[in-house]
């Protein structure tokens, strides 16, 4: 298990990014055009990486509400399913919401939108 996640952790930065201007503006419209949703460019979930035990460092923090420790992981796909953003790292009592709002594609494609209105 260990060797099959530090070799897909070795190819991470090849495999998993956030699409071009121009690969947004395709992912959006093949989505708009199957689903109906306008100016949808990914689908977002969270999921939790279970932890055997309390961390040592602010342990209470990695206590989730299902009764077990875990770190919380923010995944984005695009229509075809590949990924192409993750956020890992919240302790598991984090809401989905808070990370994805200090995101740095948040806080980035925020900022990009504001400018591009302006």
């Excluded at 991470?12 to 956030?18: D, P, T």
């Excluded at 419209?29 to 040592?56: E, Q, S």
């Excluded at 923090?61 to 923010?74: C, F, P, S, T």
Aim: glycine share 8%; proline share 3%; charged share 25%.
């Amino acid at each position: 298990m260990r060797r099959e996640c530090n070799a897909n952790l070795k190819h991470c930065e090849q495999v998993i990014k956030w699409p071009s201007i121009e690969e947004r503006w395709n992912i959006s419209g093949r989505i708009r055009k199957a689903h109906g949703f306008v100016n949808c460019i990914g689908l977002i979930d969270g999921t939790l990486f279970p932890l055997a035990f309390a961390p040592m460092v602010n342990g209470e923090d990695y206590y989730m509400r299902k009764g077990d420790y875990a770190i919380k992981g923010l995944v984005i796909c695009d229509d075809a399913v590949r990924i192409t953003w993750v956020e890992m790292g919240s302790p598991g009592s984090v809401h989905d919401n808070r990370i994805w709002a200090n995101s740095e594609i948040y806080v980035s494609e925020s900022v990009t939108v504001q400018l591009l209105k302006a």
